[in-house]
């Protein structure tokens, strides 16, 4: 058996670590990408509140496409997880096709929008790392996990925030997210490495 991080694996094993960690780059891209755009909010939340809302959108549409890729194309997790996973994927895309739609709406409506995607997707994320015992990324899922949960209580418990409050907290848990992600990447490369 051969060794991966201190932990034995088959040469199965070994060969589903290298498939996973050459995903880095995709991981690494989505956490830039995330970054930047929780950076441009937290800069200037008033000037872009319209433009953030086609941006988020556009963000959910992709990242939920994202996730449905990533349930079907798992074979490795559970049925279950991949459905959870697909399920987070699909609420994505729709919220974020809300968001196209309808973005003249008020602050109120984004934000129940957004604080019900984060609760449901935080325990979602929350839920599949904790079960997951083997992922190397386990940790960072379960943080990313408590972190959109804890966004979206506060979003539905303070709906009324004014258009600037509510736009530097969803750009802070973009920077949040997206370091999360980046610092997740670099794990999934030395996968490669296995």
């Known amino acids: 058996m051969a060794s991966a991080g201190g932990v034995d694996v088959t040469p199965e094993e070994r060969d589903i670590l290298r498939v996973v960690g050459k995903s880095w780059g995709w991981v690494l891209f989505f956490g830039i990408v995330t970054?930047?755009?929780?950076?441009?909010?937290?800069a200037r939340p008033k000037d872009t509140i319209y433009a953030f809302a086609i941006v988020v959108g556009i963000w959910l549409f992709v990242a939920g496409l994202f996730r449905m890729v990533v349930a079907i194309a798992d074979s490795e997790d559970t049925t279950g997880t991949r459905w959870l996973i697909a399920v987070l994927g699909l609420l994505s895309v729709i919220i974020g096709i809300l968001f196209l739609r309808h973005t003249q709406q008020t602050?109120?409506?984004?934000?129940?929008?957004?604080?019900?995607?984060?609760?449901?997707?935080?325990?979602?994320?929350?839920f599949t790392a904790y079960s997951d015992h083997g992922s190397p990324a386990r940790g960072f899922r379960i943080v990313m996990g408590v972190l959109a949960f804890a966004a979206g209580v506060v979003t539905l418990v303070v709906p009324h925030l004014t258009l600037?409050?509510?736009?530097?907290?969803?750009?802070?848990?973009?920077?949040?997210?997206g370091v999360l992600q980046i610092a997740l990447s670099l794990q999934l490369r030395h996968l490669a490495d296995v």
Not at 35 to 42: P, Q, R, S
């Open 107 to 126: 602050v109120t409506t984004l934000a129940f929008l957004i604080g019900l995607f984060w609760v449901v997707g935080g325990l979602i994320e929350f």
């Open 164 to 177: 600037g409050v509510l736009a530097v907290i969803i750009g802070i848990w973009l920077i949040l997210y």
């Open 35 to 42: 970054l930047i755009l929780g950076a441009l909010v937290v």
